[in-house]
């Protein structure tokens, strides 16, 4: 077996890893790329091989309007596109994610973010489709009054979990989970957590 890693901490870093009783023969090759916001990574493991080059943008305000990084190469063999990018609507952040390969969507997601500092609160919608869709659903995540609710939503069944976390600083803390199935296709609030909705001709 052999293990080595070597950088200068500026423009490179190497690293590999060899174990033939395991089958492995991983080699990794981070590179910047002079003058540019460029990182060049090659990952191999024998004949599979990624190649990928990540433009960065080291602006923190990326997410108000600009793209934050853009990623392009090729992964086994197909090729990989990508970015993650922002824009301000208002009081409304809106970030977005999307990835490609082999020429199909590989990764959305869109997410909107208002947050109110003087008050305290904060709201984070999510929507996201992975695997060109086989996968997918929504996401919230809100703070308010001392309440932070965690909440996803299956995009195939409309099923959802909801963590609801209530704090009394000093006092108490209180934490609810919810489990909603609905067979038939939509969610129905009144019932109780954790009950599962019968569909009737």
């Known amino acids: 077996m052999e293990v080595k890693l070597e950088s200068n901490r500026k423009t490179y870093l190497n690293a ?4 033939p009783a395991k089958n ?53 063999g197909e090729t990989v596109s990508g970015k993650m990018s922002g824009s301000k609507n208002g009081d409304v952040n809106v970030v977005q994610m999307e990835f490609e390969k082999g020429n199909k969507k590989f990764t959305q997601i869109d997410t909107k973010i208002k947050k109110d500092s003087a008050a305290m609160s904060f709201e984070a919608r999510t929507k996201y489709a992975i695997l060109g869709g086989k996968i ?36 108490s803390l209180h934490i609810e989970g919810k489990k909603m199935e609905s067979p038939c296709g939509h969610m129905t609030p009144s019932v109780p957590p954790s009950v599962r909705v019968m569909c009737l001709s």
Do not use: C
């Open 136 to 171: 997918a659903g929504k996401v919230l995540i809100k703070l308010a009054n001392n309440v932070l609710t965690l909440k996803n939503t299956d995009g195939g069944s409309n099923d959802s979990i909801e963590l609801i976390v209530k704090v009394a600083l000093g006092e």
């Open 16 to 19: 590999k890893y060899v174990n």
């Open 24 to 76: 492995r023969d991983i080699h990794v090759n981070v590179d910047t790329i002079p003058d540019t916001k460029i990182l060049h990574f090659v990952i191999t493991n024998g004949a599979r091989k990624h190649d990928l080059s990540i433009k960065y943008n080291d602006n923190y305000k990326f997410w108000e309007q600009g793209t934050f990084f853009e990623i392009d190469g090729t992964s086994l």
